[in-house]
């Protein structure tokens, strides 16, 4: 995906949000199914919750890295397991949208998002994490499912992709979220 292509999905997503001009407002629609969300509407303030889109770019051994963009604007990366047909522990999460809240994680030691309801997969957390490479095929992980969030992309250990700042990244995103619970779409 050229960062043209990312550039136009993240304006058609905040245009289905209604935060783009008028007269240009194309993008995600603003009726939603009441059995998929349980509202009526996308885009009545008083019954929707926030949204934040998690676009992911091509999967390989590496991972799968991505872009987050919050209603507001704030933009993140992300990093995922690669994606194997849904394989707990080894794959990343199947496209969808997934409601999120807080829960306070043993493992962690603090409150961190979780997705609900993700299709025969339980505590997937949006946490810190630098690699989240395929192990299985010598990569480096530091996930088992979850999402990782970062500043930035780098080049780490064997040359392989990692994301930069991660907790530090996902402390603004809990801030900019501050507790609310949210729905992630993720592409």
């Known amino acids: ?57 091509d999967s390989t051994d590496e991972g799968t890295p991505g872009i987050v963009v919050m209603e507001d604007g704030w933009t993140c990366f992300s990093g995922e397991l690669p994606w194997r047909d849904n394989a707990s522990g080894a794959s990343c999460v199947p496209t969808g949208i997934y409601r999120c809240r807080l829960y306070d994680s043993p493992r962690f030691g603090r409150p961190l998002y979780m997705l609900l309801a993700v299709p025969d997969r339980d505590h997937i957390l949006i946490h810190p994490a630098n690699y989240f490479g395929d192990d299985a095929k010598g990569k480096l992980a530091e996930l088992d ?32 979220l501050g507790g609310r619970e949210f729905e992630l779409v993720i592409s």
Do not use: H, W
Not at 45 to 51: D, N, V
Not at 150 to 173: E, H, I, P, Y
């Open 1 to 57: 995906m050229t960062l043209e292509q990312i550039a136009r999905m993240i304006y058609e997503f905040l245009a289905g949000l209604g935060m783009a001009p008028k007269d240009t407002q194309v993008g995600l629609s603003t009726a939603i199914p009441i059995s998929e969300t349980g509202y009526k509407t996308a885009n009545d303030p008083k019954t929707r919750l926030p949204r934040v889109l998690l676009q992911r770019q």
């Open 145 to 176: 499912g979850c999402i990782a969030l970062g500043r930035s992309f780098g080049v780490g250990t064997g040359g392989q992709k990692m994301l930069m700042d991660s907790r530090a990244t996902v402390g603004a995103f809990m801030a900019g």
